[in-house]
């Protein structure tokens, strides 16, 4: 049973996981109900777990985290997932994503479901405020170690778990990347903009909002628009000033994922710069240990990669290792390599040479092995 919020994460496992286990049973955790299957994924037994009038309101009114925890309190649905177990004959439990799904992993494992539990934490911890990671820590503490599986996302994940969890009391864990599947690389490669203007150009995939700030990278944008570097992002409400070097494209649906048209599309760039608004955030452990989706999307492109130095460690780990782009202290370093025409050149034909290397499936059989040992 596949437990989890449909988007692109659950799209990307179940694209892999349904080519290898073909019983499976999606049970969509999120408020938003699914009424149709995903064709491509040809997933006929989508059960919706909540009420989404009920939930969304209780998710306007206290918030999302709130939202779980009372639900876990109230054991509510607990009967109607008892019965999907008994009636689907499910043997395994597979959550994702951060802490999101811990609450209903919390109710689980406090009724007694004898049934094993694996969780892909992806991205840990999920907050970026100290007292909130503080609380985070609190309250999955217990649930964590009572997992019979925990997939970690890099060995940095691994060690800060080992750090603040007895994961030696219970439990078997494993590393895997969480690369997406091949479907989403890219088909066909396009024309570099810097070759028609001499002028670099990056792409940031992610979104820009003001309603959460770490995401509000405005003044990011302005800094790098201003010492004449390109940067296209996608289309967005949140106001920006004007510059010639400040572009936008359309957003691209989850099915332009899938079928290798956003990775295309960002073929024909420089780069692609990972940003946050580190500045407010009071606990980066998150960036430290975790791959942002707008780094792994730029995999997915066989283009370089670049981002601010000394913030997200475990990204610049890799593409130090794998030599697909690079870590810069300021602006100019910046703009410097990005004119470096051998260095680029040497960067992008790594990073198309390992897409191939890059891919769920590749990682999978950890997780196939996993699967097979615990039930």
């Given at each position: 049973m596949y437990l989890g919020s449909l988007g692109y994460v659950a799209?990307?496992?179940?694209?892999?996981?349904?080519?290898?286990?073909?019983d499976v049973i999606v049970l969509n955790a999120y408020y938003d109900e699914i009424k149709v299957a995903w064709d491509d994924l040809k997933c006929e037994n989508i059960i919706n777990l909540y009420e989404p009038a009920l939930l969304k309101a209780l998710y306007k009114s206290i918030g999302h985290r709130f939202t779980a925890i009372l639900l876990n309190l109230l054991n509510y649905r607990l009967d109607l997932i008892k019965r999907i177990i008994r009636e689907y004959n499910i043997e395994l439990i597979y959550a994702n994503w951060g802490s999101n799904m811990i609450p209903l992993i919390k109710m689980l494992q406090n009724n007694l479901i004898n049934i094993p539990i694996m969780y892909n934490f992806m991205t840990y911890p999920q907050n970026v405020y100290s007292w909130k990671v503080f609380l985070e820590n609190w309250y999955c503490r217990k649930p964590i170690e009572r997992l019979d599986g925990r997939i970690h996302a890099s060995q940095n994940m691994y060690r800060y778990m080992s750090k603040r969890f007895d994961l030696k009391k219970h439990g078997l864990d494993m590393i895997v990347t969480p690369f997406f599947s091949e479907k989403y690389h890219y088909r066909k490669r396009l024309p570099l903009l810097s070759?028609?203007?001499?002028?670099?150009?990056?792409?940031?995939?992610?979104?820009?909002?003001?309603?959460?700030?770490?995401?509000?990278?405005?003044?990011?944008?302005?800094?790098?628009?201003?010492?004449?570097?390109?940067?296209?992002?996608?289309?967005?409400?949140?106001?920006?000033?004007?510059?010639?070097?400040?572009?936008?494209?359309?957003?691209?649906p989850l099915p332009q994922l899938i079928n290798g048209s956003l990775a295309t599309y960002m073929t024909q760039f420089d780069a692609c710069i990972v940003l946050f608004n580190f500045k407010v955030c009071s606990c980066l452990d998150r960036f430290y240990t975790s791959f942002p989706s707008r780094f792994l999307f730029a995999l997915n492109a066989g283009i370089p990669i670049v981002m601010p130095k000394g913030y997200l460690l475990t990204c610049e780990q890799f593409v130090n290792e794998h030599q697909i782009g690079f870590a810069y202290k300021n602006l100019t370093e910046l703009k410097d390599k990005l004119n470096n025409f051998e260095l680029m050149q040497e960067y992008r034909k790594n990073a198309i040479r390992k897409t191939v290397d890059f891919t769920y499936e590749k990682e999978f059989h950890k997780l196939e092995k996993l699967i097979k040992v615990l039930t």
């Amino acid at each position: 049973m596949y437990l989890g919020s449909l988007g692109y994460v659950a799209q990307n496992e179940l694209t892999v996981l349904k080519n290898i286990r073909r019983d499976v049973i999606v049970l969509n955790a999120y408020y938003d109900e699914i009424k149709v299957a995903w064709d491509d994924l040809k997933c006929e037994n989508i059960i919706n777990l909540y009420e989404p009038a009920l939930l969304k309101a209780l998710y306007k009114s206290i918030g999302h985290r709130f939202t779980a925890i009372l639900l876990n309190l109230l054991n509510y649905r607990l009967d109607l997932i008892k019965r999907i177990i008994r009636e689907y004959n499910i043997e395994l439990i597979y959550a994702n994503w951060g802490s999101n799904m811990i609450p209903l992993i919390k109710m689980l494992q406090n009724n007694l479901i004898n049934i094993p539990i694996m969780y892909n934490f992806m991205t840990y911890p999920q907050n970026v405020y100290s007292w909130k990671v503080f609380l985070e820590n609190w309250y999955c503490r217990k649930p964590i170690e009572r997992l019979d599986g925990r997939i970690h996302a890099s060995q940095n994940m691994y060690r800060y778990m080992s750090k603040r969890f007895d994961l030696k009391k219970h439990g078997l864990d494993m590393i895997v990347t969480p690369f997406f599947s091949e479907k989403y690389h890219y088909r066909k490669r396009l024309p570099l903009l810097s070759e028609k203007d001499g002028e670099p150009h990056l792409v940031y995939i992610g979104p820009l909002t003001s309603s959460r700030n770490w995401d509000d990278i405005r003044q990011e944008i302005y800094e790098i628009a201003n010492e004449g570097i390109h940067i296209h992002l996608a289309e967005t409400n949140v106001p920006l000033r004007k510059s010639p070097y400040i572009h936008f494209f359309p957003y691209f649906p989850l099915p332009q994922l899938i079928n290798g048209s956003l990775a295309t599309y960002m073929t024909q760039f420089d780069a692609c710069i990972v940003l946050f608004n580190f500045k407010v955030c009071s606990c980066l452990d998150r960036f430290y240990t975790s791959f942002p989706s707008r780094f792994l999307f730029a995999l997915n492109a066989g283009i370089p990669i670049v981002m601010p130095k000394g913030y997200l460690l475990t990204c610049e780990q890799f593409v130090n290792e794998h030599q697909i782009g690079f870590a810069y202290k300021n602006l100019t370093e910046l703009k410097d390599k990005l004119n470096n025409f051998e260095l680029m050149q040497e960067y992008r034909k790594n990073a198309i040479r390992k897409t191939v290397d890059f891919t769920y499936e590749k990682e999978f059989h950890k997780l196939e092995k996993l699967i097979k040992v615990l039930t």
